[in-house]
C-alpha cells in the first residue's frame, strides 16, 4: 500500500483520532461483514514499520490473520479469487490518501514486520540552493540556508553497521534501539529534464521523441531536480530515529553542529534535545525487502529475539 500520511496521526491505530490503520481496519471490518467488537476475529493488521504522524508511504506491506469463509464472503457477484475481490473493494472504500498496490495469501512463516530483512526510507529537503515547488510542500522538507552535502555524508557514514541510537531514537517499552544501518547516503538529486535535447547534425536543438524543435521552455526539469534526499535502509528503524538522524545531519550541514558532536552522540546514546527528530513532511517509507519463502519463519524468530551489542 501507499498513503500520504499528512492527515494521519500515524500508523498504529488510536481511539477518536484518525490513523492509517484505523481506516483500513475499518473498511475491513464493513467489507468482511465482522463487527468491530468480534474477540474471535479482530481483523488486526500488522505492518512491517510504524510511521509515525505527518510521515508517507509509498510501499508499506501488513498482513491480517483472517478465516477462509470470511475472507470469501468479500467475492459476491463478482466471480474472482477472494484475495482479488477483497482488493477491488478496499479501492473502492478507501479514502483518496490511501492506495492498495496488491492483495495476496501470505506464505507460511510471513510476518510483515518480523520477517522483513530491511526497510528503505528517504528523506526529501529543499534547501536554499534550489526552486521550492509548492506542489511538493506536503512531501519536501524546505529550509533556509544551503546543505554542505559531504559533511552530511561523513556524519552519516558513522551510523553504518550495528550501533545502538539511543541518542536519536526512543525504545519501544522492553525493547532497544540497537539497530544495524546497512547504508546512510545524502545527495543532491541532479537537475534532470523531462524532454531530453538532442541535436539533428545542423545545429538545431530538438527533442528526442517528438522531433520538433523544442525552446527552452519546454526543458522542464522534473520533479525532485534539486532537492537533498537522505537515504537509509537498516533491518529495522527504532521509534523518531530516522527522523532524528536526518535532523542531526542537517545541523552538520548548516553549520549549526560539528561531527565530533556526532561521533560523541554515536559513542555515547544518551537522549537529549538537540538530537530530537526533525519535521515529518519530508520522510517516506519506500520499500520493505523479505527473505525467500522458505526462510520467512526462521527470521521472524530471530528478530523477534531482543539484540545486544557484542
Known sequence: ????????????????????????????????????????????????????TGVHASHQICHLDVRHETLSCCIGHMGV????????????????????????????????????????????????SCELDPRL??????IDGVL?????NQAAAMTVGLHDFGSFATPNPGGTTIR??????????????????????????????????????????????GLVCFTIVADAFAHNMVRSLAGACVKIGLGKGTLEWFAEKMAHPVREGATGPIAPQGLTLEDVAYPPEHELGSRAERIRAKRTLP
Request: charged content about 25%; overall charge negative.
Open 1 to 52: 500500500m501507499a498513503y500520504d500520511g499528512g492527515r494521519f496521526h500515524g500508523w498504529a491505530k488510536q481511539p477518536g483520532i484518525r490513523t492509517v490503520q484505523g481506516e483500513i481496519e475499518s473498511a475491513l471490518h464493513r467489507i468482511l461483514g465482522v463487527p468491530d467488537s468480534d474477540a474471535d476475529e479482530p481483523l488486526r493488521l500488522v505492518v512491517a514499520g510504524r510511521t509515525d
Open 81 to 128: 479469487p477472494a484475495t482479488e475481490a477483497l482488493l477491488r473493494r478496499l479501492r473502492h472504500c478507501l479514502p483518496d490518501d490511501i492506495a492498495i498496490h496488491a492483495v495476496s495469501e501470505a506464505p507460511e512463516g510471513f510476518d510483515a514486520r518480523f520477517s522483513a530483512l530491511e526497510r528503505t526510507y528517504v528523506f526529501r529537503i529543499a534547501d536554499g
Open 137 to 142: 510542500r506536503g512531501f519536501v522538507l524546505a
Open 148 to 152: 554542505d552535502v559531504d559533511a552530511m
Open 180 to 225: 544495524e544501518v546497512k547504508m546512510a547516503l545524502w545527495s543532491r538529486v541532479g537537475s534532470r529534464p523531462l524532454i531530453e535535447e538532442r541535436s539533428d547534425g545542423m545545429g538545431n536543438t530538438q527533442g528526442s521523441k517528438s522531433g520538433q524543435t523544442l525552446g527552452r521552455h519546454y526543458l522542464t526539469p522534473t520533479l525532485e531536480s
